[in-house]
């Protein structure tokens, strides 16, 4: 690609530029095909919902993106259940013997009042990174712009590495009006108070993962994204897709 000047891309390790993608039951045959030639642009694994307690070989899936130096973490909707049923130190232990040292605290589908996940992000960051998601599920439940900001930058605070923005694997709720359609406004505002870099914003199709390309430019972090579009949505950031096209025109150096 040398001959072009294209969006220059974080690399390695990164810190930002993060591609989330989410796994619903991949055959483990099929993903060591997919990570074999597309790992270098998969940073993290979300194992979807709580599928990973039904998954039977869910530990050589964790140690197959270990290999590959891909974060592997479960599904804030598992955590949910296991926070519903009062099981929150078994699902630590449960981690633990997974190798899993990521895990997400989530509210979608249970309302679990900020107080109490910021308490549990300090039980669990002793022993874990943490990521957190922000929104409901729910289509119909809206959050005005200065609850979003307000429990961003809260979660942030308390530790979190990274904080989700909700939308679902359909795109219909949370950063999502029920139609698809994104609620820019909403991202403006976010925008303007929080560190982008800390923001995972869930964009499942091709449409949403271009308006964040373009609005934020090609390091942006987004997450749940299907392990088999991972390779265009690395060309769309590299400016290879006709919606991206002059993308190096307004960006071509790193933030």
């Known amino acids: 690609m040398g001959f072009l000047t294209l969006p220059k891309r974080t690399s390695g390790t990164r810190t930002y ?43 050589e899936k964790i140690e197959l993106y270990k290999q590959f130096n891909i974060i592997p973490y479960c599904g804030g909707t598992l955590f949910e259940k296991c926070y519903y049923h009062n099981k929150i130190s078994e699902y630590q232990s449960y981690l633990h013997d997974l190798g899993v040292n990521w895990v997400e605290i989530s509210n979608g589908t249970i309302d679990i009042p900020i107080a109490e996940r910021l308490y549990l992000i300090s ?40 904080v989700i923005t909700e939308g679902r694997d359909s795109g219909t709720s949370g950063i999502y009006k029920q139609c698809g359609n994104i609620k820019s406004d909403l991202i403006q505002e976010l925008l303007r108070d929080i560190d982008h870099n800390k923001i995972i914003f869930e964009a ?38 006709s919606e991206t096209f002059f993308l190096e025109e307004h960006e071509c150096n790193l933030p």
């Open 17 to 59: 530029g993060l591609t989330s993608v989410v796994d619903f039951g991949t055959p483990i045959g099929e993903l060591k095909n997919i990570l074999a030639d597309y790992s270098p642009y998969i940073d993290i694994a979300k194992i979807g919902i709580g599928s990973a307690l039904v998954t039977p070989n869910i530990k």
């Open 123 to 162: 039980l669990f960051k002793q022993d874990f990174h943490v990521i957190s998601e922000v929104g409901s599920k729910d289509c119909h439940k809206e959050m005005p712009v200065s609850e979003w900001r307000k429990e961003m930058q809260l979660l942030l605070e308390a530790g979190c590495d990274y």
């Open 204 to 241: 499942p199709s091709a449409k949403h993962q271009m308006y964040f390309i373009n609005e934020i430019g090609p390091n942006v972090n987004l997450g749940n994204v299907k392990l088999t579009d991972v390779l265009v949505l690395e060309a769309q950031r590299c400016g290879l897709r």
